[in-house]
């Protein structure tokens, strides 16, 4: 009987899914300073039918992005700046041009748990500061070009708009099927290595890759 | 399986009445509303071809963006026609009347639809995800040719039952059963092949089923379902995409009611969270009840219109009145429990 401490098949279960967002939240904090910490929700917050304590998912909003003009062909990372002010400076990538629409950009990433494809799915909203969602067409832009050029030639599997699980509003989810597929083969490193993937692992591993999609990349640190 | 009962699904329809939205009136006098048969297993969006021409000389310059709402309550495109209605209706209303919007498309609550092509990959995204939970994998979905993709999603907008059930067995679905169920296709003078291929392949411990649990929580105890106060927005109803997983066991045959109550444990049947206040076995009768109505209560469950007598095995429940994209939909009013 999988006690949720292991990663089998690529897959979570629920309880997998709540040790390895909090590990993931915490080795964020330490490593990823530049960015604000991740939240975790309780379930229970936003619905009446489960007051089990255990199940909630991850939040990371308000993001600010401002897209630059020209496209550095080497760092596909979003151009991201902190809203709160930090006493450290920001690191060089974090240095922004403005936006064509002169516009600033806000983002908001939540990471749930599907218990149908029993993966992590993320899911993101992008508004302006006026709160106006903002459409595929403009977050685009914003999206590291190998992202897009993989939304054009799949429209309806890659990046889909549906409700978000939880909140009754229009969000965009990147595709659950086929997670479980490279995280099988992320493990098989570690297996070859002598090692099952620990479930604390299993975000950081699978962030490594989805969050490149939407351009936030992890501080290989975090691999650890 | 095309038995009876699948057919009656299929055949279910809502008569519906379409009121023109007063905002979207330009002419004088402002038009009848439309009468329009909607099939059950259909969704709202497909049914536009049939309204729109009745209202076309009415409307204002300018670009269509249609929705629907309900009493104010802008209807989810993507739930099937007649889980709206099992959903928002306590007391059905026949034919119901819905008001249509060419105009001011709610894209702030509501996911775009901008014609037939998203109402089909929403289909076939959920029978994706279905068949995800179901056989493990989704690629009998994806290996699906192009054409036969089409076939599939002509049979179910066209309610062509006889079409969908020569494609549905190029999905290869895992059968459903328990041991109910079993044994009952096995006494049964024939005995479909795929079920012993399933029997052989299918050495699954745990089975998973798809289900969409829709559910409107109520404080207080009601005499009759007019009596259900009125949905004023989605936040009056709970929504759980989860599958229902069960151990095939020797002997075990689970109800709709184990179904549902192992959906939401915390909230109802045994395992209902009581106060804080400890009960021991010795409580008296008057103690008992306390119990039981501190516990949330199913008060309605229904299926494809039905009003589920929750004892009925929940293999047979699944097998027969599932949607086409084979999800179990199921709308539940509880009485909330007393924290």
């Given amino acids: 009987m999988n006690s949720g401490r292991e990663v089998i098949d690529g897959r979570l279960t629920v309880e997998g899914f709540s040790v390895a967002a909090r590990a993931f939240a915490d080795k964020w904090k330490t490593h990823n300073q530049s960015l604000p910490p991740w939240s975790w929700v309780p379930l229970i917050n936003r619905t009446l039918l489960l007051s089990n304590q255990e199940e909630g998912y991850l939040s990371l909003e308000n993001i600010l992005i401002l897209s630059s003009l020209e496209e550095s062909t080497e760092d596909e990372s979003l151009n991201v700046a902190t809203e709160c002010s930090e006493k450290e400076e920001p690191v060089d990538h974090t240095i922004l041009v403005q936006n064509q629409e002169n516009e600033a950009h806000y983002y908001d990433f939540h990471i749930v748990y599907s218990a149908s494809y029993k993966v992590p799915v993320l899911y993101f909203r992008g508004y302006c500061s006026g709160g106006q969602p903002l459409s595929l067409d403009v977050i685009k832009k914003d999206l590291p070009s190998c992202s897009v050029s993989l939304l054009l030639q799949s429209k309806w599997t890659f990046i889909t708009q549906e409700e978000h699980p939880y909140l009754n509003r229009p969000w965009f989810k990147l595709h659950p099927c086929g997670t479980e597929d490279w995280i099988k083969l992320l493990s098989q490193s570690s297996i070859s290595a002598g090692c099952q993937m620990p479930v604390e692992l299993y975000l950081v591993s699978w962030f490594s890759v989805v969050g490149q999609v939407v351009g936030l990349r992890i501080p290989l640190e975090m691999l650890n | 399986m095309a038995n009876e009962a699948v057919k009656y699904v299929w055949e279910g329809a809502i008569p519906l009445q379409i009121h023109l939205h007063k905002s979207d009136v330009a002419s004088h006098p402002a038009p009848p509303p ?213 151990l095939r066991e020797e002997g075990k045959c689970f109800t709709l009611r184990n179904a549902i109550e192992s959906l939401l444990p915390e909230f109802i049947g045994d395992k209902a969270q009581t106060s804080g206040e400890e009960r021991s076995k010795d409580d008296d009768t008057e103690e008992a009840d306390g119990l039981l109505r501190e516990m949330g209560e199913i008060k309605l469950a229904r299926i494809q219109g039905i009003e589920m007598k929750l004892e009925i095995p929940f293999s047979w429940v699944v097998n027969n009145l599932m949607n086409p994209e084979f999800y179990l939909h199921i709308s539940v009013l509880v009485k909330a429990p007393q924290r």
């Fill in chain 2, 34 to 246: 439309a009468l329009v048969l909607a099939p059950r297993i259909g969704y709202l969006p497909l049914l536009i071809p049939h309204i729109k021409p009745y209202f076309k000389d009415s409307l204002p310059p300018g670009e269509d963006s249609i929705w629907f709402d309900y009493k104010g309550v802008p209807l989810k495109w993507y739930i099937p026609t007649g889980v709206l209605f099992d959903l928002l209706c306590a007391e059905p209303e026949r034919p119901w009347n819905l008001t249509i919007h060419f105009r001011g498309y709610p894209s702030n609550i509501l996911i775009p639809c901008e014609g037939e092509d998203f109402v089909k990959w929403n289909f076939v995204n959920s029978l994706k995800e279905a068949q995800y939970i179901i056989n493990g994998n989704c690629k009998n979905v994806m290996n699906m040719s192009q054409s036969d993709q089409e076939d599939l999603w002509t049979s179910v907008m066209n309610g062509d039952l006889d079409a969908y059930t020569k494609l549905s067995p190029k999905l290869k679905m895992a059968t459903i059963e328990d041991d109910f169920s079993r044994k009952a296709s096995l006494s049964s003078p024939q005995s479909r092949q795929g079920a012993t291929e399933m029997d052989v392949a299918g050495q699954v411990k745990t089975a998973r089923v798809p289900v969409r649990l829709y559910v409107r929580s109520i404080n207080q105890d009601f005499e009759n379902l007019e009596d259900v106060p009125e949905i004023d927005t989605w936040d009056d109803i709970s929504y759980l995409n989860r599958p229902f997983e069960f």
